[in-house]
C-alpha cells in the first residue's frame, strides 16, 4: 500500500521522466512514419544500425547506472565528496567508450553492418546512417551524466524539459533533411542521422545550462577530480564491473537477435523495426518508475532504513505488475490500427501484429525486469546479481532460442521473437527469488 510520502516522492521523481519518454517515444513513432515512406530497405538498415549504437547506449547507460547509485547513496548520507568521485570517475570511463565506439562507426561501417545483414542496399542504408551517428556519442554521455546528477537533486523536471525541446528539435530536423524541405537538400537516412546528433547537441546544451543554475542556486561545488582515493575506486568497480559486463552481454545478446531478424530478410526485418516505436511508447511509460525506484530506495538504503526500503520495493512491484497488464491489453486493442500508419506492403503489416501480440505477452516481464530488476534491485549496490540474472536469461535461453526456431525449426519471424523472449519470464523468476532474499539490501555510502 502506497503512502502519501511515498506516492509524493513518485510523482516528483517519475513523472518528468515518463514524459520525457513519452515524448520522444511518439515523436520517434513520426519519425519511423517519415523514415517508412523511403521503402523496406531504409527501414530494416536504420533499425540495424539502431542496434549497433544501442551497443555504446547500453554500456554508457549501464556506466551511468552504476554512477546513480552512488550518487543516490552518497546524497541519502549527505555526503558531497562522495557525490563528486561518484560523477566524475564514471564519466571518464564513458568518455572512453564514445571514443572507441565513434571511431569504429565512422571508419568502418560497412563491415560492422554486413554483419547485421545480406541484402546490399540494407547494409549500405544502414552505414550511411550510423558513420553519421556517430557524432553524437560524446554529447550523449555529457546528457546522461547530468541528468542523473539532477534527478538525484529532485529536479527530474530540468533533464526532462531538455529533453522534450531535443525531441522536437529531432522531429522537426528529420522533416527537412529526410525530404530535403525548403533549402535544405535530401538526404534521407543521412538527414535522419544528423537530425537526431544535432537535437542530441541542443539537449546536451539545455541540460547543461539548467545544471550550472540549479548548482548555483544550491552553492554546490562539482569541480572536476582527476585523482580518487582507492576505498571509492575499489566500492565503484564492484559496482561498476557487474553492471557492465551484464549489460555489455545483455546487449550483444540483443545484437544478436537483430542479426538473426537481419538475415531472414528485408520485409521480415521492417516488421520488426515497425514494432520498436509502440514497444518505445509503452516501455517509455513505465521507465519513470523504474527511475524512481532506484532513487527513492536508494535513499532509504542510504539512510539506513532497510525497512522502509522494502516496503517500497514491495510497492514498486505491485504498480509495474498492474501497469504492465494495462498496458499489454492496449497493445493487442490498437495493433490493427498502428500498422496502416506506414506504407509497407499489406504482408509486413501482418506480420507486424503478429509480433505486437506476442511482445505484449512477455511485457509484463519486460517491464518487471526493468523497474524491480534494473531499479529496486540495484540500488542497493549488488549488481553481480542482475549480471548472473543478464547473462543467464539472454545467453543461457534467448539466443540458443533464437538460433534454434530461425535456422533449425524455420520458424516465421514474429514465432522466433515470441520465443526467444521467453528469457524474459527467467529473468523475472530469477529476480523475484532475488527481491525476496534482501541480500540486495546494502549501504555503500557508509
Not at 527537412?176 to 537538400?185: A, D, E, H, K, S
Not at 585523482?227 to 546487449?251: N, Q
Not at 503489416?349 to 523497474?371: E, G
Not at 540500488?379 to 540458443?400: D, E, M
Request: charged share 15%; aromatic share 10%; hydrophobic share 55%.
Amino acid at each position: 500500500m502506497m503512502n502519501k510520502e511515498f506516492k509524493g516522492k513518485l510523482i516528483q521523481l517519475a513523472l518528468p521522466v515518463t514524459i520525457q519518454s513519452l515524448m520522444q517515444s511518439s515523436l520517434s513513432l513520426i519519425d519511423q512514419i517519415m523514415i517508412g515512406s523511403l521503402g523496406s530497405a531504409s527501414i530494416a538498415g536504420i533499425g540495424l544500425a539502431g542496434k549497433f549504437t544501442s551497443l555504446f547506449s547500453v554500456m554508457a547507460g549501464a556506466i551511468v547506472t552504476a554512477s546513480g547509485i552512488l550518487i543516490s547513496q552518497y546524497f541519502g548520507a549527505k555526503n558531497e565528496k562522495g557525490i563528486r568521485n561518484s560523477f566524475f570517475l564514471p564519466l571518464y570511463i564513458s568518455a572512453f567508450f564514445a571514443l572507441v565506439f565513434s571511431v569504429i562507426s565512422f571508419a568502418i561501417p560497412n563491415v560492422v553492418m554486413s554483419v547485421y545483414a545480406d541484402d546490399a542496399e540494407t547494409v549500405m542504408k544502414a552505414s550511411s546512417y550510423l558513420r553519421w551517428r556517430a557524432l553524437g556519442f560524446f554529447p550523449s554521455v555529457a546528457t546522461l551524466f547530468i541528468s542523473t546528477l539532477l534527478r538525484n537533486m529532485k529536479k527530474a523536471k530540468l533533464p526532462a524539459i531538455a529533453g522534450i525541446s531535443a525531441i522536437i528539435v529531432n522531429t522537426v530536423l528529420n522533416w527537412f533533411l529526410i525530404f530535403g524541405i525548403g533549402f535544405f537538400p535530401k538526404m534521407e537516412e543521412k538527414g535522419a542521422a544528423i537530425a537526431t546528433v544535432i537535437a542530441g547537441i541542443a539537449e546536451m546544451l539545455i541540460v547543461g545550462t539548467l545544471f550550472l543554475r540549479e548548482k548555483k542556486t544550491r552553492n554546490m561545488s562539482l569541480k572536476p577530480v582527476f585523482s580518487f582515493p582507492r576505498e571509492f575506486v575499489v566500492t565503484a568497480i564492484k559496482i561498476l564491473a557487474p553492471i557492465l559486463v551484464g549489460e555489455a552481454l545483455w546487449s550483444l545478446g540483443e545484437n544478436t537477435y537483430a542479426i538473426i531478424y537481419g538475415h531472414l530478410g528485408t520485409e521480415p526485418c521492417a516488421a520488426m523495426t515497425l514494432m520498436y516505436p509502440i514497444q518505445g511508447i509503452v516501455i517509455g511509460a513505465l521507465c519513470g518508475v523504474s527511475s524512481a525506484a532506484g532513487i527513492i530506495v536508494g535513499n532509504s538504503l542510504g539512510a539506513g532504513e532497510n525497512e522502509k526500503a522494502y516496503a517500497e520495493a514491495k510497492s514498486f512491484v505491485a504498480l509495474t505488475i498492474t501497469a504492465g497488464a494495462i498496458l499489454a491489453l492496449v497493445v493487442c486493442a490498437v495493433s490493427p490500427l498502428y500498422v496502416r500508419l506506414f506504407k509497407v506492403p499489406d504482408e509486413t503489416r501482418a506480420v507486424t501484429i503478429k509480433i505486437l501480440v506476442s511482445f505484449s505477452l512477455v511485457f509484463i516481464a519486460k517491464v518487471f525486469n526493468m523497474v524491480v530488476g534494473g531499479g529496486v534491485l540495484q540500488s542497493g549496490g549488488q549488481t553481480k546479481f542482475l549480471t548472473a540474472v543478464n547473462i543467464i536469461g539472454t545467453w543461457g535461453f534467448g539466443v540458443p532460442l533464437g538460433f534454434i526456431t530461425a535456422y533449425v525449426l524455420r520458424m516465421p519471424i514474429w514465432k522466433v521473437y515470441f520465443f526467444l523472449s521467453l528469457e524474459e519470464y527467467v529473468r523475472l523468476i530469477i529476480s523475484v527469488i532475488l527481491l525476496k532474499s534482501r541480500r540486495w539490501m546494502k549501504n555503500v555510502a557508509i
